[in-house]
């Protein structure tokens, strides 16, 4: 029996498992920017939060609703439409995955996995421009 055309690792970990596990990292990554896990898992999780990030750089209802399907959380879904790709510049390679040992109890190589280019979550860009228009409106005149 050959292994050809399976994509993916399995971790040794039932499908729904599996499913759970890259799902609670990819939300991590997205909320804390930077995480350490092993180098298997972070090279996973990069193919797949990658996507997601292209996905949120073009926009619209619905990227955002896919996003929020594959993430199954909301919180981490508007993080990364409102706050994380405005800020993106780059077209691809948005993660780096760099190597930060081995694990003590079992040896396992480790790396951390973070964002390529540098994240604030202060105000979004596209959100503060309109709040800045909303601002520069006048006032309508009563009439008497």
Do not use: W
Not at 49 to 55: A, F, N, Q, S, V
Not at 116 to 130: G, L, M, N, R, T
């Amino acid at each position: 029996m050959h292994r050809h055309g399976y994509k993916g690792r399995k971790f040794g970990r039932e499908t729904d498992q599996r499913l759970a596990l890259t799902r609670g990292l990819m939300c991590s990554l997205i909320k804390y920017q930077s995480i350490t896990t092993t180098l298997a898992r972070a090279k996973e999780i990069r193919r797949s939060t990658e996507k997601l990030i292209t996905m949120a750089k073009k926009g619209g209802l619905h990227n955002r609703r896919l996003i929020i399907a594959r993430l199954n959380d909301l919180e981490a879904a508007t993080l990364l439409m409102d706050y994380i790709a405005p800020q993106i510049k780059r077209d691809s390679g948005y993660l780096r995955i760099e190597h930060s040992g081995y694990r003590r109890g079992d040896n396992s190589e480790m790396g951390t996995i973070s964002f390529v280019d540098e994240i604030s979550f202060d105000q979004p860009e596209e959100k503060s421009a309109k709040a800045e228009k909303k601002a520069a409106k006048p006032a309508k005149k009563e009439d008497k």
